[in-house]
């Protein structure tokens, strides 16, 4: 399974991005996804999380403004962000394990995106 992160960008505060993640190689109708980021000079923190039924779980610092959905179909996955905050910069990347609670732990994730940037400005 490989994933292609993309729909990152420059924005200003405020503002709104729609990061996507294509996958290939196999299916993701049977495993659990999830989006993490990483700002320099900092660890890998989980932003959200989908299992393969649909139930969405967030990060206390990005709930209500972002949200994480999947398309079974089309093999992929996103990231809808609003009111995004400077804070919010970070390279963002996509991750898929047959553990939900791996997703959850941002440990021991069997497959991760190469992670596409997003800078939003003040």
């Known amino acids: 399974l490989q994933f292609v992160e993309s729909g990152g960008g420059l924005v200003q505060a405020g503002g709104s991005l729609r990061l996507s993640c294509a996958a290939s190689?196999?299916?993701?109708?049977?495993?659990?996804m999830g989006w993490f980021r990483q700002a320099p000079g900092t660890e890998r923190e989980f932003v959200a999380g989908i299992t393969w039924t649909g139930t969405t779980y967030y990060a206390d610092s990005v709930k209500g403004r972002f949200t994480i959905s999947r398309d079974n179909a089309k093999n992929m996955m996103y990231l809808q962000m609003s009111s995004l905050e400077p804070e919010d910069s970070a390279d963002y990347y996509c991750?898929?394990?047959?553990?939900?609670?791996?997703?959850?732990?941002?440990?021991?994730?069997?497959?991760w995106g190469q992670g596409t940037q997003v800078t939003v400005s003040s």
């Open positions: 991750a898929a394990d047959t553990s939900f609670g791996q997703i959850m732990m941002g440990r021991k994730i069997d497959y």
């Open positions: 190689g196999r299916t993701i109708s049977r495993v659990a």
